[in-house]
């Protein structure tokens, strides 16, 4: 396998997860600048572990489905001209007497070299796909993956676990194990001896967790997604796609309902996915005693998982490591963007720093009570409001704004991405208006945020008009009860950027109240500074301060 340190070159690169269920592949391309960009995600449901697990011997019908899947990925690869192919095997096949079998035929048949991995590097792969698109900081939170074979556990915050497990409960082991030839309704009786058999082999990791403080549950996997969906299906009458959580009462009342009728019918019951319909009830029986094991009202959920584990684990290998390890989820989110749109980062550096200069001193001042979270939303609408540069220069607003809320960016709340795609909307041009198709549907506070920060942002994306970072510092100061001057300081001739920035006045007086004039220090060497103050038609003359109040 080539060293990940080729990163610089820039390269294609696919994942592939053979799992006991499915096989899961992540195409992606990684940036010579580090950033990465999803060619593909695709899934195919194979039951590798298909009646397997009783005899530990792969059926030679499920290895077959196995190896046709990876030479469709495999072909799918090379049609992206992937350089690298990075595959491993979870439950079903670690724990198969025929393992060589498979793992002959697919570097036979597919030319795929696969690596069957062990319940503890899975579960810690897992962690890190999880883990890698949520806002967790020093919060602990228990991970849960409910696969086929296996189930895994961790826990661990924003940079680091402290357990992993990995247990033999998966939803088709337990369904060959209680019910292999279930095609009817399955009794309460049935469905308690499979928590039964769960509770059992949870003791022990049930003793070990207690030594942790577990501030949040978050489950991963086809079987925790589905059982989201149906909830949110069956129950609250939606057909939305983001299920963000499975709430243990909504379990236990789907669960009871779909194990009252038979399996052709449950094939059609609300939400579900009707290639889980047969395992489906094993699955939730594991999820059901979890909850009630480890004491949870609700488990949130990922679509992350382990092929995303891979891409991160290759990533924190290559020169491009401290995107993994020195920047929190949401910063690698903002920077992640920029770099794949191959934005001017010089530019945005500066924007941000003048945006956050100026709230600053806003807030110092106190005629403003910024809300929580609003200097970090500012910052991260300065460093992509530039984006959309490279589908457009005439309305990269517009394409930036879409761009960021396409984006998804883990991290970060839906309205947190509106705010940040509404700054990069209005950094420039329109400015937000209450009837402004964007601002539509969106609740007042939000708005509220929009609107001030695109004040500020404004003038920072001004004051780099030139984006030659003429201007080293900036600050606001009470001229009187009405008025604020905005003071520059700048390394040489910025009449560019005055002219923007009196053009933002207007605008800064109604989000703000106060009438705003300006003043330009230039410092020409250390002794002699030429100070301007005012707008348009400003002398250049050492050592005498021009005046033009506005």
């Given at each position: 396998?080539?060293e990940?340190?080729k990163?610089?070159e820039?390269?294609?690169?696919?994942?592939?997860d053979?799992g006991?269920?499915s096989?899961?592949?992540?195409?992606v391309r990684?940036n010579p600048?580090?950033s990465y960009?999803?060619l593909?995600k695709?899934?195919?449901?194979v039951?590798l572990?298909?009646?397997?697990?009783i005899?530990?011997i792969l059926?030679?019908?499920?290895i077959?489905?196995?190896v046709v899947?990876?030479?469709?990925?495999?072909?799918l690869?090379?049609?992206y001209r992937?350089e690298?192919?990075?595959?491993?095997a979870?439950?079903?096949?670690r724990?198969?007497?025929?393992?060589v079998q498979?793992?002959?035929?697919l570097?036979?048949e597919?030319?795929?070299?696969?690596?069957?991995?062990?319940?503890t590097?899975e579960?810690?792969?897992?962690?890190l796909g999880?883990?890698?698109?949520?806002?967790l900081g020093s919060?602990?939170?228990?991970?849960?993956?409910?696969?086929?074979g296996?189930?895994?556990?961790s826990?661990?915050?924003?940079?680091?676990?402290?357990?992993l497990y990995?247990?033999?409960?998966?939803?088709?082991r337990?369904t060959n194990?209680?019910?292999?030839d279930e095609t009817?309704?399955?009794?309460e009786?049935q469905y308690?001896r499979i928590k039964?058999?769960?509770?059992?082999k949870l003791?022990d990791?049930?003793?070990?967790?207690s030594r942790?403080?577990?501030n949040?549950?978050?489950?991963?996997?086809g079987t925790?997604?589905?059982?989201a969906?149906?909830?949110?299906?069956?129950l609250?009458?939606?057909s939305?796609?983001?299920?963000?959580?499975?709430?243990y009462?909504?379990?236990?009342?789907?669960v009871?309902?779909?194990?009252?009728?038979p399996?052709e019918e449950?094939?059609?019951?609300?939400?579900i996915n009707?290639q889980?319909?047969?395992?489906?009830i094993a699955?939730?029986?594991?999820?059901?005693?979890?909850m009630?094991?480890?004491?949870?009202?609700?488990?949130r959920?990922?679509k992350?998982?382990?092929?995303e584990?891979?891409?991160?684990?290759y990533i924190?290998?290559?020169?491009?490591?401290?995107?993994?390890?020195q920047?929190?989820v949401?910063?690698?989110?903002?920077?992640q963007l920029?770099?794949?749109?191959?934005?001017?980062?010089?530019?945005?550096h500066t924007?941000?720093?003048?945006a956050?200069e100026?709230?600053?001193s806003?807030?110092a001042l106190?005629?403003?009570e910024?809300?929580?979270g609003?200097?970090?939303?500012?910052?991260y609408g300065s460093?992509?409001?530039?984006i959309g540069t490279?589908?457009s220069?005439?309305t990269h607003?517009?394409?930036?704004?879409?761009?960021?809320?396409?984006?998804?960016?883990p991290?970060f709340?839906?309205?947190?991405?509106e705010?940040?795609?509404?700054?990069?909307y209005?950094?420039?041009k329109?400015?937000?208006k209450?009837?402004?198709?964007n601002?539509?549907g969106?609740?007042?506070?939000v708005?509220?945020?929009?609107?001030?920060l695109?004040?500020l942002l404004?003038?920072a994306e001004g004051?780099?008009?030139?984006?030659?970072?003429i201007i080293?510092?900036?600050r606001?100061?009470l001229?009187?009860?009405?008025s604020?001057?905005?003071?520059?300081?700048?390394q040489?001739e910025c009449?560019?950027?005055?002219w923007?920035?009196?053009k933002?006045?207007?605008?800064?007086?109604k989000?703000?109240?106060?009438?705003?004039q300006?003043?330009?220090?230039?410092?020409r060497?250390?002794s002699?500074p030429?100070?301007?103050?005012g707008?348009?038609?400003?002398?250049?003359?050492s050592g005498?301060?021009?005046?033009?109040k506005s």
């Amino acid at each position: 396998m080539t060293e990940p340190e080729k990163i610089s070159e820039g390269r294609v690169v696919a994942f592939i997860d053979i799992g006991t269920n499915s096989i899961r592949l992540l195409l992606v391309r990684i940036n010579p600048n580090g950033s990465y960009f999803p060619l593909t995600k695709q899934k195919e449901t194979v039951r590798l572990g298909d009646q397997g697990f009783i005899d530990r011997i792969l059926q030679p019908k499920a290895i077959e489905r196995a190896v046709v899947v990876c030479k469709k990925f495999m072909e799918l690869a090379r049609a992206y001209r992937a350089e690298e192919i990075i595959a491993v095997a979870t439950s079903a096949t670690r724990d198969a007497s025929n393992k060589v079998q498979l793992l002959e035929m697919l570097k036979r048949e597919a030319n795929l070299e696969v690596c069957p991995i062990s319940g503890t590097e899975e579960a810690r792969l897992i962690y890190l796909g999880v883990s890698s698109g949520l806002r967790l900081g020093s919060s602990k939170a228990l991970f849960i993956d409910i696969g086929g074979g296996s189930t895994e556990l961790s826990i661990g915050d924003q940079t680091r676990c402290y357990s992993l497990y990995s247990l033999n409960l998966g939803s088709i082991r337990l369904t060959n194990m209680f019910l292999p030839d279930e095609t009817g309704p399955v009794s309460e009786e049935q469905y308690e001896r499979i928590k039964e058999y769960v509770r059992h082999k949870l003791v022990d990791v049930t003793k070990d967790l207690s030594r942790h403080s577990v501030n949040c549950s978050i489950g991963s996997s086809g079987t925790i997604e589905n059982l989201a969906r149906i909830a949110f299906v069956y129950l609250h009458k939606t057909s939305h796609e983001n299920f963000e959580k499975l709430e243990y009462e909504d379990l236990r009342k789907i669960v009871r309902a779909m194990c009252a009728i038979p399996l052709e019918e449950r094939r059609k019951f609300p939400g579900i996915n009707a290639q889980r319909a047969d395992i489906i009830i094993a699955g939730a029986a594991i999820i059901e005693t979890f909850m009630e094991e480890f004491g949870l009202s609700e488990i949130r959920v990922s679509k992350r998982g382990l092929r995303e584990g891979l891409l991160v684990d290759y990533i924190s290998k290559s020169e491009f490591s401290y995107m993994i390890t020195q920047m929190s989820v949401r910063k690698r989110s903002i920077m992640q963007l920029g770099l794949t749109c191959n934005f001017d980062d010089e530019h945005a550096h500066t924007v941000t720093r003048l945006a956050l200069e100026l709230f600053d001193s806003i807030q110092a001042l106190g005629i403003y009570e910024f809300r929580a979270g609003e200097r970090e939303l500012l910052e991260y609408g300065s460093t992509l409001h530039d984006i959309g540069t490279f589908l457009s220069y005439d309305t990269h607003q517009a394409h930036a704004y879409h761009l960021i809320r396409a984006s998804n960016l883990p991290g970060f709340q839906p309205e947190e991405i509106e705010i940040i795609a509404n700054l990069a909307y209005f950094h420039r041009k329109s400015t937000p208006k209450k009837k402004h198709p964007n601002l539509i549907g969106l609740n007042k506070e939000v708005i509220k945020s929009i609107r001030i920060l695109s004040a500020l942002l404004r003038i920072a994306e001004g004051l780099d008009r030139s984006h030659n970072g003429i201007i080293s510092h900036v600050r606001f100061y009470l001229a009187s009860t009405d008025s604020l001057v905005l003071e520059m300081h700048a390394q040489r001739e910025c009449q560019l950027e005055i002219w923007e920035v009196e053009k933002q006045k207007k605008y800064f007086k109604k989000i703000f109240g106060y009438n705003l004039q300006s003043k330009v220090i230039i410092k020409r060497d250390e002794s002699v500074p030429l100070v301007l103050e005012g707008s348009a038609e400003l002398e250049e003359t050492s050592g005498v301060e021009v005046s033009s109040k506005s």
